[in-house]
């Protein structure tokens, strides 16, 4: 815990959050341009506010008291409605696990497949506390670089496949990257995945991490993944899409074909237990299980998307184009040696607030989150400028 606590790129990102609260304290809101955390700043649905309304407002008898570990049977049923809508297959409630968020589903499923010394793949750029996720049951996480463009390098992928693979961990649309896994990359994934598990006599999991899929640009689409590899799980949460994420309210749903699911959905509802979450909380179960489909206008993230890059390109900065999510991935200026964490900390000197790329597996990049005022985008122009021409 100590080497984690003393590394350079444990926790950045709240700390930069921290730090942009530090600033604004100092030189006020609208001097201070802080990109550093993906907090949504839209607000939830009407809808999601009025099933808050209705549920806080129970009265009856043990309206507050434990459920099963797998959380309410209307919960776990509306969230298998969700998916089958999602992955194009008939799912029951019985596949589906309620969460601590994302994050704890995430850990739930680790805990679940991981015995010590086990890998787990994953395409870098990654989320940044995925490795945590992972070492926390004893695996290794084992990063993938995808390809110029971000999109996934299957060779690369096959390459890193051993006999202690438990899992590939995919993310779409990527955080920090907004790259969106096309249906053909996810086939070709799931090919690979099944080939290795009849050489290596264990098949690994597809765990597919999709706090985003709801927030696409263009018209794109996240490709199902039951449909393409029976062993597959998906975790999600209600954070971005709904914009509730300091409600913790997630689930996890295993592929109904997958080989030995049910077996794995009992060692998840175990894993609840045994990490201490018990149940996802209780109240925003009632929430989500009422208002998951509430209509959502994610048109705002991408006029910011556009208005962002107008302001890269006019600092001379190159980026990754997202399709999806709110992040852009931006490379390092010439003349930085592509040293991401030295050029972030250059950033603060303009008050602006960015995650370094080494942080999430891309040495060479930054991360910018867009989901903040439009007044902060807009304002930040010039201080980008100075940052990059002196």
Request: net charge negative; aromatic share 10%; proline share 6%.
């Amino acid at each position: 815990m100590k080497e984690l606590l003393e590394s350079t790129s444990a926790g950045v990102i709240r700390k930069m959050f921290e730090e942009g609260a530090a600033l604004k304290r100092k030189y006020g809101e609208d001097n201070v341009f802080d990109f550093s955390i993906g907090n949504p700043d839209l607000e939830p649905p009407p809808e999601v506010l009025s099933a808050l309304v209705a549920a806080a407002a129970d009265k009856s008898h043990g309206c507050h008291g434990y459920m099963p570990n797998a959380g309410y049977l209307e919960a776990r049923a509306a969230m298998a409605e969700k998916t089958a809508a999602e992955q194009g297959v008939p799912v029951s409630a019985e596949n589906v696990v309620m969460s601590v968020g994302a994050a704890g589903a995430l850990t739930t499923v680790m805990k679940a497949i991981l015995n010590p010394g086990d890998e787990v793949v994953v395409p870098c750029p990654y989320f940044a506390e995925y490795g945590h996720y992972v070492r926390n049951h004893g695996g290794n996480l084992v990063c993938v670089r995808t390809k110029p463009d971000f999109s996934l390098d299957i060779a690369a992928i096959g390459g890193a496949l051993t006999e202690r693979t438990a899992a590939v961990l995919i993310n779409s649309p990527n955080n920090p990257t907004g790259r969106i896994y096309t249906r053909q990359e996810v086939a070709e994934l799931a090919g690979l995945l099944c080939g290795h598990g009849r050489k290596a006599g264990r098949t690994p999991w597809l765990v597919c991490d999709e706090p985003y899929r709801a927030i696409t640009y263009g018209g794109a689409e996240v490709a199902p993944v039951f449909p393409a590899y029976k062993n597959a799980v998906v975790v999600t949460s209600f954070a971005k899409n709904l914009s509730i994420p300091g409600e913790r309210i997630g689930y996890l749903c295993v592929n109904p074909a997958a080989e030995d699911g049910a077996e794995l959905a009992a060692a998840c509802i175990l894993a609840t237990r045994i990490l201490g979450f018990v149940n996802a909380p209780a109240l925003f179960q009632k929430v989500v299980a009422r208002s998951w489909n509430a209509p959502c206008d994610y048109s705002l993230y991408e006029r910011r998307c556009r208005e962002i890059r107008e302001v890269m390109d006019y600092a001379g900065l190159e980026y990754a184009v997202p399709e999806g999510a709110f992040y852009l991935f931006v490379k390092v200026p010439d003349g930085w040696n592509g040293d991401d964490m030295a050029f972030t900390e250059h950033l603060k000197r303009f008050n602006i607030l960015c995650a370094p790329g080494s942080g999430f597996g891309g040495t060479g990049w930054f991360r910018i989150s867009y989901c903040v005022s439009e007044r902060t985008i807009l304002n930040s122009r010039d201080a980008f400028y100075k940052a990059v021409h002196g």
